[in-house]
Antibody
Framework: EVQLVESGGGLVQPGGSLRLSCAAS????????MTWVRQAPGKGLEWVST???????YYVDSVKGRFTISRDNSKNTLFLQMNSLRAEDTAVYYC?????????????WGQGTLVTVSS | QSVLAQPPSVSGAPGQRVTISCTGS?????????VHWYQQLPETAPKLLIY???NRPSGVPDRFSGSKSATSASLAISGLQTEDEADYYC???????????FGGGTKLTVL
């Protein structure tokens, strides 16, 4: 069974940093692109970043230059380094496995980890 | 304002059929990118419901179906059940933004 478990969320002050992790199991992690999607309180889903199996990275414009996605295939773990955090980054952050087909869907999703940016 | 437009809410009585629309443009759905649908039950993570416009993952009842035409897509739910109350999101890829995009979500209420 594929499992994704996020961790690393918490309360951080504006301008601060946080590193999210997503531990994967149940599939050959190194063979799949992985994605972060966030959901602000009471709002909809927003794609944040994707890293390909080969390491190519993609970001939504609002986080470019501030967030860095990476992966450690030896530990089956996905990361999201978030710097210069803003109040509008407050959200539940989900990691998800991306289907092999290009420009495709995300399945499954982890349970999410809450990031709160506030002074 | 989301790139993919969905109605904020829809409702129906148990047993009825409802549809949720997802309207895009020539840079996403109209550019021949597939549409996928997710169900988010209260206080849970999203779950894939339909992929590749009209395909159901294993375990998803055939009451759920998807379709796509030109620059829009639709999710149909027949034989509504109370456990279908959830938020539903469409998702595609936008070539102008070079980004995966979601609809704003539709809250389904089963009356």
């Amino acid at each position: 069974e594929v499992q994704l478990v996020e961790s690393g969320g918490g309360l951080v002050q504006p301008g601060g940093s946080l590193r999210l992790s997503c531990a994967a199991s149940g599939f050959t992690f190194s063979s799949y692109a992985m994605t972060w999607v966030r959901q602000a309180p009471g709002k909809g889903l927003e794609w944040v970043s994707t890293i390909g199996a080969s390491g190519n990275t993609y970001y939504v414009d609002s986080v470019k230059g501030r967030f860095t996605i990476s992966r450690d295939n030896s530990k089956n773990t996905l990361f999201l380094q978030m710097n210069s955090l803003r109040a509008e980054d407050t959200a539940v952050y989900y990691c998800a496995k991306k289907a092999v087909v290009s420009k495709s869907w995300f399945d499954p999703w982890g349970q999410g980890t809450l990031v709160t940016v506030s002074s | 304002q989301s790139v993919l437009a969905q109605p904020p809410s829809v409702s129906g009585a148990p047993g009825q059929r409802v549809t949720i629309s997802c309207t895009g443009s020539s840079s996403n759905i109209g550019a021949d990118f597939d549409v996928h649908w997710y169900q988010q039950l209260p206080e849970t993570a999203p779950k894939l419901l339909i992929y590749g416009n009209n395909n159901r993952p294993s375990g998803v009842p055939d009451r759920f179906s998807g379709s796509k035409s030109a620059t829009s897509a639709s999710l149909a739910i027949s034989g509504l059940q109370t456990e279908d109350e959830a938020d539903y999101y469409c998702q595609s890829y936008d070539t102008s933004l070079s980004a995966w995009v979601f609809g704003g979500g539709t809250k389904l209420t089963v009356l």
